[in-house]
């Protein structure tokens, strides 16, 4: 199946400091989720998308439908050591589309 | 407390055996899924179900079955004949695109298989 391209694939950051990382497609979706996975642990969503242009915020976390439907991207605003973790982006092409296609990750570590 | 369980969280296979990851949940989704992580890497879809009783292969469904002849259950059988099963096994479900909506998949917390 189709992976997304997301990047960057790992950042180093200082406790404080803004994230942002993003996923693109060469194909236009119509859903695009961002989820949070610690290690050993299943993913978490944290913000969930479903019209282009549309920009949604939960709590320290911003992101982005892109206009053009073929991106998005996640901010976090002054960064903690609890954010480490590696984020994933997923998308549904179509409303009725039988999965989502997931990119391969963006590992974050929070230098204290 | 509505979520999704997995059991059990660490698994170990022994050479031609088979096992069965455990996959329940009670939100009332209609649709469930199975992938497959490895270190470094993304999400593989191994199988999954829209509705009781139906199923569809996913991208690497080769050596693995599953069932679902409950809503809220959708077990995955390793077998002996998946060369690799090594890995991290995810277990999602969705409210179903059979309902109209927009696809949002909530995950358990995962079972991790070694092989002995």
């Known amino acids: 199946g189709q992976q997304l391209n997301q990047s960057p694939q790992s950042m180093f950051i200082q406790e404080g400091e803004d994230v942002s990382m993003n996923c693109t497609s060469s194909?236009?979706?119509?859903?695009w989720l961002w989820y949070k996975q610690d290690p050993g642990e299943g993913p978490v969503l944290l913000i969930a998308?479903?019209?282009?242009?549309e920009l949604t915020s939960n709590g320290r976390l911003t992101a982005q439908f892109g206009i053009t439907r073929k991106d998005s991207f996640l901010n976090i605003s002054a960064s903690i050591p609890s954010d480490v973790g590696i984020y994933f982006c997923?998308?549904?092409?179509?409303?009725?589309?039988?999965?989502?296609?997931f990119g391969t990750g963006t590992r974050l570590t929070v230098i204290p | 407390d509505g979520g999704i369980t997995q059991s059990p969280k660490y698994l170990f296979r022994k050479e031609g055996q088979n096992v069965t990851l455990s996959c329940e949940q009670n939100?009332?989704?209609?649709?469930m899924y199975w992938y497959r992580q490895d270190p470094g890497q993304g999400l593989r879809l191994i199988y999954y179900?829209?509705?009781?009783?139906?199923?569809q292969k996913g991208d690497i469904a080769e050596g693995y079955s599953v069932s679902r002849e409950k809503k809220e259950s959708f077990p995955l059988t390793v077998t002996s004949a998946q060369k690799n099963p090594t890995a991290f096994y995810l277990c999602?479900?969705?409210?179903?695109?059979?309902?109209?909506?927009?696809?949002?998949?909530?995950f358990g917390p995962g079972t991790r298989l070694l092989v002995l």
């Open positions: 939100l009332n989704h209609d649709a």
């Open positions: 997923a998308g549904q092409p179509w409303t009725g589309a039988n999965n989502l296609f």
């Open positions: 179900s829209q509705i009781v009783n139906d199923f």
């Open positions: 999602a479900s969705s409210i179903g695109v059979l309902a109209g909506e927009q696809e949002t998949q909530y």
């Open positions: 194909s236009i979706f119509n859903t």
């Open positions: 998308l479903y019209k282009a242009g």
